[in-house]
């Protein structure tokens, strides 16, 4: 059931991709990116990861798309005019380069991570039982403290260029 | 287990990502198929996480706040181009060019 469930939603993420690629319309691309990002969010819950799946809505899916959306209808270039995709050359490098990586990529679905490391079975169960919020803000921190605080300066020094950039005078 | 399907998915959402960037022009749109990569490692660091420990969850949080620094700086240096030079079709911008 869970594993059709994670299917369905692994298709409509896979499509959403898809069709965010393929869309001579920038607005429609970002709209098909929000559909894959809303569907990653639900694969998220599947996965016993729902505070990502949470930050997932809120922060890709809100905050970043609707960053997109304003740049796009701010440069007006919803109106539809000359495609901006590639011609049949371009298609074909992306394709077999992407096909290329496909392949690749496709020993994934075997992979098995060693015994050693392996969380002892149960361990999960309990985690979940305590609350995955807790159990995500436990090592956030504690171990990883340091890195948290410097994605606050990351935060800080983005916004300063962000403003520096779009700013016609200081 | 969802791990091995979880795996499939995210390698193919990042081959899309990656068709995306090779076959547009379109800087805006460059730029969702890079968040569409994250996603999908993101999806990776979330299913391995299942069975090795909840710091691969800490880590698409890292993600996500770089990817969020990444969104706002890189469409402030798109607005900017497209101030100087009235486009966002990457054909079109060679500033750099020799």
Redesign the interface.
Known sequence: M??SF??TF?VI??AG??L??TRKN?IG??LW?VV??FA?AA??V????Q??AA??VL??AG??MV??LF??M??N?GHPGPT???GPV??G???L???T??LQ??V??????PAA???PDG??AT?QQQG?VA??A???FD??LI?FEI?SL??L???V??????K?KL | MLLGPALVISAVLFTLGVAGVLLRRNAIVIFMCVELMLNAVNLTFVALAQRLGVGGQVFVFFVMAVAAAEAAVGLAIILAVYRHKQTVNLQNINILKG
């Open positions: 869970t594993l994670f299917w692994g993420a896979m991709g898809l965010c690629i920038p691309s970002a990116l894959t990002l990653l694969m998220y599947l996965l016993d990861a505070f990502i930050l997932q922060v890709y905050a970043i960053l997109f740049v796009i701010l440069l270039l901006d995709i590639k371009g298609i490098i992306a394709a380069l992407a096909g990586l496909l990529l496709r994934l679905g075997q992979a098995t991570p490391i392996q969380l361990a999960m985690l995955m159990a995500v436990g090592p956030l171990v990883y890195p994605t990351l935060l020094a983005a916004i260029g962000a403003v520096v950039l779009a016609r």
